[in-house]
């Protein structure tokens, strides 16, 4: 998968260096550049603001950068795409997009579909993920979405947010995505970034070393992930529960699936509201009854208690 990440703190994603995500663009799995967005500009003070029309706190990004930065992101995975952004010739932009120092991945593990797809129309276009406190949510259900696709594209806005008109111009080249972290607000959209590409990037085959720990956590099933414990099996006169040494695994499976419905009765009443009654197996109603659950109207429920 290629991932290009335009941000005017192109530090800010270093971290994408490190675990296992530093580890896997090291062996050319996922191909991550990061640029400046500041590279795009053609004044001398390298501007990417300016104050927004019809007043109000705070600056807005400018339009041009960002149609100048994307466009060199499409000419670099497909020089046919930039010819289609810019409604003819390809950008005549020469700003380098520039990848983080120690960024050796920056030319392996491409496979673009766009430029082996044939006639445009044919070609898939780039998806372009807006960060935003505007968007919709973020959540394991996207992160899947986006681990099938060959290229993401993602636009870290700061300030008041980017020139609407630049958002337009994209939905042309790219399909865009406006995708917030959660409702509260970030000073920019480099943290939900990193928050997205390790989600979607722990999916890609060959990310994860054990690949079923994958199918074993919070929200690959609708439901938070189990009570996990370690050595020494009591600690602080703290003793773990018995069942875990039972060595029954029937049993440890059983326990582990009623725990992840009462946490996630606690915790996400609303993920709980959400689950599937008609997926619940028959063991599954039998210990979820025996426990205190209910389906009332096809929802699962459980009192307070
Ligand atoms: N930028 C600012 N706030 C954000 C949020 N909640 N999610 C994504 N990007 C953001």
């Known amino acids: 998968m290629r991932i290009d990440v ?9 971290a994408l260096d490190l675990s296992l995500i530093g580890k896997a663009r090291q062996d050319g799995v996922l191909d991550v550049r990061v640029h400046d967005l500041r590279s795009f500009t053609t004044d001398r003070h390298r501007t990417v603001d300016d104050t927004p029309y019809g007043g109000g706190a705070g600056m807005v990004m400018k339009a041009e950068p960002w149609a100048l930065a994307l466009e ?23 700003g380098t997009a520039d990848a983080l120092p120690g960024d ?3 030319t392996v593990g491409s496979t673009d579909s766009a430029s082996s797809a044939g006639t445009p129309s044919a070609r898939r276009r ?21 681990a099938e696709l060959d290229h993401l594209v993602f636009a870290c806005g700061r300030y008041e947010g980017i020139d609407e008109r630049a958002i337009d111009w ?24 990193l928050a997205m590409v390790e989600a979607v990037g722990r999916l890609i085959p060959g990310v994860v070393g054990n690949p079923e720990s994958l ?5 690959a099933d609708g439901l938070l992930e189990y009570p996990v414990y370690t050595k020494p099996s009591s600690w602080r006169g703290r003793d ?9 695994h029937a049993r440890i499976a059983q326990w582990r699936r009623l725990e992840q419905f009462h946490r996630t009765a606690d915790r996400r009443p609303d993920l709980l509201a ?10 599954d109603l039998t210990a979820l009854r025996a426990a205190g659950f209910d389906v009332v109207d096809g929802m699962l429920t459980r009192p307070p208690h």
Do not use: C, W
């Open 104 to 106: 050796g991945s920056a």
């Open 274 to 283: 959400a689950v599937d009654t008609a997926t619940l197996t028959k063991a």
């Open 6 to 14: 335009v941000s005017i703190f192109p530090e800010y994603l270093a």
């Open 215 to 219: 199918l074993e956590e919070s929200h």
């Open 72 to 94: 060199a992101v499409l000419a670099d995975a497909s020089p046919a795409g930039a010819a289609d952004a810019a409604g003819g010739a390809p950008a005549a932009h020469d």
């Open 240 to 248: 773990i529960p018995e069942v875990l040494l039972s060595g029954n």
């Open 126 to 146: 780039p998806t372009l993920v807006v960060p935003s406190p505007a968007g919709a949510v973020f959540d394991q259900a996207m992160a899947y979405e986006f």
């Open 170 to 193: 994209a939905r042309g080249p790219f399909d865009v995505r406006p995708v917030s972290l959660g409702d509260y607000v970030l000073n920019g959209g480099e943290v939900a970034v």
